[in-house]
């Protein structure tokens, strides 16, 4: 019989954790793998994307000597620096809460998503004392392609933001890409497009100031938008501070999309040298000061003038760290293997 894995926690949207969830069904469905979220079902290895607060569900998995492996993205930290609202700020410090519990009590194995959030774990709630993997994210490189044709601008240059939400307490770095795109306004036209949720109050303080460059909100895109946004797009700029490890950044790579930004969190990581332009942060950015946009906007220039170099390395990088293929047989060792 064909091993079954229990996943948890049903997560649907448009984040990250439903976007994983999605993927690794379908490599697993690919393989003849089943999948099931019900606790009385067979099943001979549980899977828990980030937390859950079914503890008890969690102890009888236990119980039952199945291997029980959490996937863990970064810590929650926004809430320590800037304050973003009750619900939000009790949201984060109890999700730490379970998420380390979790680790430290619970699991069996323990996968990092990146290097940085195995450092970032270990850095501030000590090392586990169980296996740890790092298992980067992937993509079906089919689907996210360089290759169907694109409209990119003439005109002007296209800088994408795509995050899953830049609103309230996370909007600092949609203010920096702003920033960035302002200041390359002075050598090259440039346009900002803003995919994923932003809040009305942060697109009217965006919008009250007058600007060299055109800023678009498109809202959150359905999946099957994404693909075409980054093929008609010059460069994307990753928005977020300390990233641990953005799926858009890997999306936008595979489609041949070169990316900006400061070195924070996963982002050197997962660009590396040649795929577009990560420059020194310029300040502290566990204190959210603002980066050095000057020497980004410099640096980045060299993409929008070697858009062919760039977009050819930015593919290169996903086909060869980005597999979805890879990413699924790695997370199968983990949960299936002696």
């Known amino acids: 019989m064909q091993p079954v894995i229990y996943i948890a926690p049903f997560v649907q949207g448009a984040g990250g954790m439903a976007s994983f969830r999605l993927k690794f069904e379908a490599g697993l469905k690919k393989r003849g793998i089943g999948v099931t979220y019900r606790l009385d079902a067979k099943f001979d290895a549980a899977l828990i994307i980030a937390g859950t607060r079914r503890l008890p569900d969690l102890n009888q998995i236990r119980r039952r000597g ?3 492996v959490q996937r863990l993205d970064g ?13 939000y700020t009790t949201r984060a410090i109890y999700g730490n809460f379970l998420l380390s519990l979790i680790r430290r009590s619970y699991a069996d194995r323990v996968i990092y998503q990146s290097q940085f959030i195995k450092k970032w774990w270990e850095d501030w709630y000590g090392i586990a004392d169980k296996p740890a993997s790092v298992i980067v994210n992937g993509v079906d490189l089919d689907f996210y392609n360089p290759n169907a044709a694109a409209a990119r601008p003439n005109d002007f240059y296209r800088l994408l933001l795509l995050e899953g939400s830049l609103a309230r307490g996370l909007n600092s770095g949609l203010f920096h890409g ?8 002075e050598k090259y036209p440039i346009e900002v497009v803003v995919a994923g949720h932003v809040d009305e109050a942060t697109k009217r303080q965006i919008n009250a100031v007058k600007r060299k460059t055109s800023v678009k909100f498109l809202g959150t895109l359905p999946r099957e938008e994404i693909p075409q946004l980054a093929r008609s797009s010059h460069l994307m700029y990753c928005a977020e501070v300390n990233p641990p490890c953005p799926n858009s950044v890997i999306e936008s790579l595979a489609c041949g999309l070169p990316v900006i930004g400061f070195e924070s969190g996963a982002l050197k990581e997962l660009v590396g040298t040649s795929a577009g332009v990560i420059v020194p942060y310029g300040a502290d950015p566990w204190k959210l000061e603002t980066p050095n946009i000057s020497a980004l906007a410099e ?11 760039f977009r050819a390395a930015a593919r290169r990088r996903a086909e060869s760290n980005f597999s979805l293929e890879t990413m699924v047989e790695s997370y199968l ?4 293997e002696d």
């Open 66 to 68: 199945i291997r029980l």
């Open 75 to 87: 810590v929650n930290w926004v809430q320590r620096v800037k304050w973003s609202g009750i619900r």
């Open 178 to 185: 702003v920033a960035v795109a302002e200041k390359l306004a």
């Open 299 to 309: 640096s980045a220039g060299e993409a929008l003038e070697k858009q062919d170099q």
């Open 333 to 336: 060792k983990i949960l299936l």
